[in-house]
């Protein structure tokens, strides 16, 4: 999700899933995009299911495989070749440091080019989507940096009043309104 300000939910389930989302997964992409800033690439796994680790079917993909074996996962037509793409983009990577220089680009669907990615906005763009329809660039609308800044602030808020800053590295939150009292690295080990 993204956007600033409340959010109407018609679950406690709804507001659970967001709250896991941009809490322990969404966030993070931010917050290492902005710490590698100018430096990575920045992918969105929307192909088959697009579920939890489903992009390991592709990363591991063998031309060779009984997909009979995958039931459990039925497999877009072509496949095997989005595959292909998609494991050029990882091995030119480990090859090079740059996802396109061995990318697959005579192929169907092809590896186009991967743009790095920007963070400059609310939302992260340059953003490649590997999709059932094979890639297109995106921005990503569930890193907004409104609602990660939130993120940023209850671990700087939790960090500082439990003691457990790291000495000289102090982040600062808007949220507690209250004086810590103390040293926010007593309990630091």
């Not at 322990?24 to 299911?49: E, P």
């Not at 003691?163 to 690295?185: F, I």
């Amino acid at each position: 999700m993204s956007g600033d300000g409340p959010r109407n939910y018609s679950t406690q389930r709804d507001r659970l899933i967001d709250y896991v989302g941009e809490s322990g997964f969404q966030c993070n992409v931010r917050f290492l995009t902005n710490a590698y800033d100018g430096k990575n690439y920045n992918l969105q796994y929307s192909a088959t299911t697009g579920l939890h680790a489903v992009d390991l079917l592709p990363t591991f993909y063998n031309l060779n495989l009984d997909v009979s074996l995958l039931e459990a996962f039925p497999l877009v037509p072509g496949f095997g070749s989005f595959a292909q793409a998609y494991q050029s983009y990882l091995t030119s990577h480990a090859r090079s440091g740059n996802p396109n220089t061995y990318k697959k680009t005579f192929n169907i669907p092809p590896a186009i080019t991967w743009p790095k990615a920007n963070n400059a906005g609310d939302v992260i763009s340059g953003v490649l989507d590997a999709g059932d329809l094979g890639f297109s660039i995106i921005t990503d609308g569930q890193t907004a940096r409104s609602r990660c800044d939130f993120w940023k602030d209850v671990a700087a808020a939790v960090t500082n009043l439990g003691g457990y800053a790291p000495p000289g590295s102090v982040v600062q939150s808007d949220l507690t309104g209250v004086d810590v009292g103390g040293d926010p690295s007593a309990n630091y080990a």
